[in-house]
């Protein structure tokens, strides 16, 4: 069973780029959850992808936006990339949207310039 | 709101100590609580969990108990091993739909 994947593993952009983030969910799950992990930090919930529609979402601009596909994979998508932008950002798949087990991919680090 | 505080880290001990990570949390309902561990260049893993009050959570000689009159989930374990080096979260969720970490604590245990 293949578990959580993340591309890439780490970026580099510079301020006001746009980047694309791709998480693969776990095989039989269909839902996805976003989060950014500032250094230090906790994990900070963005948003969830359940079925291809945002199930919930955190404190985040709309410069923060994802997507989720048929395979149930997904992306997130940030715009005008901010230096407070850099951080780790992880994706978590679960079996369902109500479902309390999550698992997590490795992350993507992000670093803008 | 909902918020989670744990314990302020590094924790440095020696093997076969006992460890405790404190957490308590502040939720509106009846929230699920959770410990996740990280471990060096890894993706975060569910440790263990509690869904209700007087639950206790246990894996891999890891307990903890969910006290809803103190509001605190802390993490115990009777016997460090070097294995245990790690960041442990507290978390919570009530609809399964949106977590709520604490700032995580640093583990090290040392021979």
């Known amino acids: 069973e293949t578990g959580v994947t993340q591309s890439p593993t780490h970026l580099i952009k510079t301020r006001g780029q746009q980047v694309t983030l791709r998480c693969s969910s776990q095989s039989g799950h269909n839902t996805v959850s976003w989060y950014q992990q500032a250094l230090g930090q906790g994990p900070q919930f963005i948003f969830q992808y359940y079925r291809e529609e945002e199930n919930g979402r955190g404190n985040f601009p709309p410069r923060f936006s994802g997507l989720q596909f048929p395979n149930y994979s997904s992306e997130l998508n940030v715009n005008a990339l901010e230096l407070d932008d850099s951080a780790l950002y992880l994706c978590?798949?679960?079996?369902?949207?109500?479902?309390?087990?999550?698992?997590f991919g490795p992350g993507t680090r992000l670093t803008v310039t | 709101g909902n918020s989670v505080t744990q314990m302020e880290g590094p924790v440095t001990l020696s093997e076969e100590a006992f460890l405790t990570i404190n957490c308590t949390y502040t939720a509106t309902g009846y929230p699920s609580l959770f410990w996740y561990v990280q471990y060096p260049g890894e993706g975060l893993q569910l440790l263990l969990k509690a869904t209700k009050a007087d639950d206790k959570g246990s894996n891999k000689g890891f307990e903890a108990t969910y006290r809803k009159e103190t509001t605190s989930f802390h993490l115990e374990k009777g016997s460090v091993q070097v294995s245990d080096s790690a960041v442990y979260f507290c978390?919570?969720?009530?609809?399964?739909?949106?977590?709520?970490f604490g700032t995580g604590t640093s583990l090290t245990v040392i021979p």
């Open positions: 978590a798949s679960s079996l369902s949207s109500s479902s309390y087990e999550q698992y």
């Open positions: 978390a919570l969720s009530r609809t399964g739909n949106q977590f709520y």
